[in-house]
């Protein structure tokens, strides 16, 4: 008999690329480093990911449909690249957005990268742009979300419109990455490439790396300073080759533009290799292999505290790698860099079923974490090595600045009583727990809460909730404990469809008490008494009225006193006449 086990496929990437070529770009992108950003995205695309390319100004430019990422694509990528301008008088951001959410592959994992130095500009007159922004907040990007797209956009100049470019992001569930210098541009589009189409690589340690015999291709990425000496590259044997050399060889592949080196080699000899060129935490050593390593269903942007479930993937032609003589020798961990590309957290893993692996045996390793630091860009590094073989693979994630929601918690005033009330041992007023949501992010539709009310004493209360508004008020439950707080969890959905679970942890604020006076008794029901009595009492022009109103009725007293008067006296008058 035998055990079927689950096979967990990643879902292959699709990347849809949308490069700015409106008149401006003369000023922003003077040497045109869109062209190398361009063919190192290409050439660092998996083999099993689709790629398209479209040029946008004012017009769509289709210069490369979707396609495989096979060599002959990453040729005519290479081509593509050449047809990169700035020419064009405006920038349609709505429409080549249209145009790229097109044409998608069935059961791909859905990205567009949308690069400008702009806004949306598609007319002189600036009303006609305020309706493209408009329609493009209200009916562009919930079609990307419809389709289940990730927006990734890069602002390359200070003059972009950051803000529209981050909403595209954040709605989507992509990155907003900015390149402030050309050759920012370069780093931000290997970002992008390890967000959208990770491909598995091998441990760079101080430049050095060892190639395996399952390895068919080798792809190198090097950054460099501007005054650097040229990258040389140290073969197994111990010969060195540059960038002349390799222009000889059939097997070697360089590209040495915009301050990095790009450098792909056929059948690379097994062995050691180093990179002689100074270390940068940006270089790559990336693999076309059988045994590859995949770190799938990972979002590419988080909130802060979000519980973040994934697993490391390793595959030999395509099949897990489920039998035990294989991996009983493996070793696995998953790496945390923060944005600065310090470690911020190292997780041990397996495939036996204990923690955190969650079934043993079905050649997935299991990890669990949560990003909790400063916002930013954040790396996800899973290695797996055995006797023979080591492997790589990235994944960059976006940590979000705010949670998609504001929880805080109030509650009256408790005032202090005499001796002689028997409401001294009973529990204080009920606090209500305000809960806000970010529609634009959340939908309230699905969202709910499930926690407890908890005390220093120990005494606790479980609640649940459903946060069906934006904005939700939860009474809680009395309790006789200090020092209370809620905590639990709020979960829902994200406008694209991804569940989150997320951390809700806040003070309950004691009930103010004191011991009061006859006046602080009179204050406190003036602070609470009704609207019409504050009016009488704080509104100086209710004030006003009433003081109005008074003199009128004592001038009235005083004119009826006086006709009363004269009418006796001429009584009085007549009386003594007759």
């Known amino acids: 008999m035998s055990l079927l086990l689950p096979v967990h496929a990643a879902t292959d990437p699709e990347l849809h690329v949308l490069i700015d070529v409106s008149g401006s770009m003369k000023n922003t992108d003077p040497e045109n480093l869109r062209e190398p950003a361009l063919r190192l995205l290409g050439d660092l695309m998996p083999e099993e990911s689709r790629v398209r390319?479209?040029?946008f100004g004012n017009r769509i430019s289709d210069i490369l449909p979707a396609s495989l990422a096979t060599t002959e694509t990453k040729k005519a990528i290479r081509a593509a690249a050449a047809q990169i301008r700035s020419d064009e008088p405006f920038t349609d951001i709505p429409a080549a957005l249209e145009a790229a959410n097109r044409d998608w592959a069935e059961d791909t994992e859905r990205n567009i990268i949308l690069l400008s130095d702009g806004k949306v500009d598609i007319s002189p007159d600036d009303a006609v742009n305020e309706r493209a922004t408009a329609r493009l907040r209200d009916r562009v990007i919930p079609a990307l979300i419809e389709a289940d797209v990730q927006a990734h956009t890069v602002a390359l100049s200070g003059a972009a419109d950051e803000s529209i470019l981050t909403e595209i992001a954040e709605r989507t569930g992509g990155l907003a990455l900015s390149a402030r210098s050309n050759e920012d541009l370069q780093r931000v589009f290997l970002a992008l490439f390890e967000a959208t189409a990770p491909r598995t690589g091998v441990p760079l340690v101080e430049n050095r790396f060892s190639v395996d015999e399952s390895i068919s291709e080798l792809t190198l990425v090097v950054f460099r300073e501007s005054d650097a000496e040229p990258t040389r590259i140290q073969i197994p044997d111990g010969g060195e080759i540059d960038v002349e050399t390799a222009s000889a060889l059939a097997d070697w592949r360089w590209d040495d533009s915009a301050g990095r080196d790009l450098i792909t080699i056929s059948t690379p000899p097994p062995g050691s290799w180093r990179i002689l060129a100074a270390e940068d935490p940006d270089n790559r050593a990336l693999v076309i292999t059988d045994l590859k390593l995949a770190m799938p269903d990972l979002p590419s942007r988080v909130f802060p505290g979000e519980a973040i479930e994934g697993g490391l993937l390793l595959t030999n032609r395509g099949e897990p790698i489920v039998e035990r003589r294989l991996t009983n020798d493996l070793q696995a961990q998953v790496d945390v860099n923060d944005p600065q590309e310090e470690i911020i957290e190292s997780i041990e893993l397996n495939d036996i079923g204990t923690d955190p692996d969650v079934l043993g045996g079905d050649s997935r390793y299991d990890f669990r974490l949560r990003l909790d630091g400063d916002?930013?860009?954040?790396?996800?590094?899973?290695?797996?090595?055995?006797?023979?073989?080591?492997?790589?693979?990235?994944?960059?994630?976006?940590?979000?600045?705010?949670?998609?929601f504001a929880a805080r918690v109030v509650r009256p005033h408790l005032e202090a009583r005499g001796d002689d009330s028997d409401s001294a041992n009973s529990t204080g007023p009920a606090a209500t727990l305000i809960i806000e949501q970010d529609v634009a992010l959340l939908d309230p539709s699905d969202s709910r809460l499930a926690g407890q009310v908890v005390c220093a004493n120990g005494e606790s209360i479980e609640i649940e909730a459903r946060l069906s508004e934006a904005t939700n008020r939860i009474e809680l439950?009395?309790?006789?404990?200090?020092?209370c707080r809620v905590t639990g969890t709020v979960s829902g959905e994200t406008d694209d469809g991804r569940e989150l679970h997320l951390p809700l942890d806040q003070l309950i604020p004691a009930p103010a008490q004191r011991n009061e006076t006859p006046n602080d008794r009179s204050a406190a029901e003036d602070e609470t008494s009704e609207p019409a009595d504050m009016g009488r009492e704080g509104n100086p022009l209710v004030a006003m009225l009433l003081g109005i109103g008074g003199l009128a009725i004592l001038v009235l007293?005083?004119?009826?006193w006086r006709m009363v008067s004269q009418r006796r006296r001429r009584q009085l008058i007549e009386a003594a006449r007759n």
């Open 375 to 404: 916002s930013g860009i954040y790396t996800l590094e899973g290695r797996a090595s055995g006797p023979t073989f080591e492997r790589v693979i990235r994944k960059k994630i976006a940590l979000a600045r705010n949670l998609p």
């Open 557 to 560: 007293l005083g004119w009826t």
């Open 477 to 483: 439950p009395g309790i006789d404990g200090d020092d």
């Open 53 to 55: 390319v479209d040029l």
